[in-house]
């Protein structure tokens, strides 16, 4: 018999499992899950459990790519806090499911703010159906290399289908930072939001509610891709690919000044589009 409060866990987030043994395996990571959350002191963060609490995570920390890292024209004056929300519409956030397409929605939400401004369009589902092997994962900047076109407006699904060369947006240009330049993401989110790799492996990481996730929260292997958004003078806010019932509504704060969970090891945004 499985425990009441896992069958509870399996309505609320409506799991259902091929057998038993497979049932058992999706307990053994959920108790896990709950013995982290419950040994979790009140900080400035708060964890639960959600619909990834149930599967195994394997960390397969990023090789940076080869290239000539940029450095970003820094600018005589930011201001004290931004939030691109204030001022674009960011797709909903959806759960890539077991399509390891993180780097691919990360480059598709900087791609919606030049669709945006262009007045053209673009979808993840159109970027994960033209990438190679898009569910094996990758490194955000060679979505932006191969340029597009971009535009079919599909809902994502999780697989890949035929790709179609339709569409408009095509990118001209594009920044790629690598090494210790958590201090030139401000500079750069002054020109669109900006793709950054994180380590995702822990399992504070992995179970965050809400709050300011601190530095000692995670490790800086960074392995996952995340859309940066915004700042205060205490913390980044990032979109995830983890859809909504993770974090807050789908998006973190994460501390800044500490180059925490890695935040501060690599990112790419679009400088030209068309």
């Given amino acids: 018999m499985l425990p009441h409060w896992f069958v509870q866990y399996m309505v609320l987030y409506n ?9 058992q395996h999706a307990l053994d990571h959920v108790t896990r899950a709950r013995l982290t959350i419950n ?22 920390p990023w090789e940076l790519p080869t290239v000539t890292p940029h450095t970003v024209r820094r600018l005589a004056e930011v201001p004290e806090a931004f939030d691109w929300r ?69 809902p994502y699904d999780g697989h890949k289908h035929i790709c179609t060369r339709k569409g408009a947006l095509h990118v001209k240009d594009y920044k790629v930072l690598v090494g210790n330049v958590e201090e030139q993401l401000v500079h750069a989110l002054m020109q669109s939001p900006v793709a950054v790799g994180v380590d995702s492996a822990g399992s504070h990481y992995m179970h965050y509610s809400g709050g300011v996730l601190t530095s000692d929260a995670c490790n800086k292997q960074i392995d996952h891709a995340m ?31 500490k180059d925490a969970c890695g935040i501060g090891t690599y990112a790419t945004y679009v400088t030209d589009a068309v």
């Avoid at 400035?44 to 959600?50: A, E, I, V, W």
């Avoid at 929605?105 to 898009?134: I, M, N, R």
Wanted: proline letters at 6%; hydrophobic letters at 30%.
């Fill in 227 to 257: 859309l940066l958004v915004g700042y205060t003078p205490d913390y980044w806010i990032l979109k995830n690919s983890y859809g909504p019932e993770w974090g807050e509504d789908g998006y973190m704060r994460l501390e800044r000044h």
């Fill in 86 to 154: 204030d001022y674009m519409t960011f797709s909903p956030s959806v759960d890539q499911g077991k399509c390891n397409a993180c780097f691919i929605f990360a480059a598709s939400g900087v791609l919606e703010y030049w669709a945006q401004k262009l007045h053209k369009t673009v979808s993840v589902q159109h970027v994960v159906d033209c990438t190679p092997k898009p569910c094996k994962g990758g490194v955000v900047d060679k979505v932006f290399e191969w340029g597009g076109p971009y535009g079919i407006n599909a």
């Fill in 15 to 23: 799991k259902t499992y091929t057998d038993f043994a497979t049932a």
């Fill in 39 to 60: 040994a979790h002191i009140p900080s400035s963060y708060t964890l639960s459990l959600n619909p990834r609490s149930d599967a195994e995570y394997e960390h397969t």
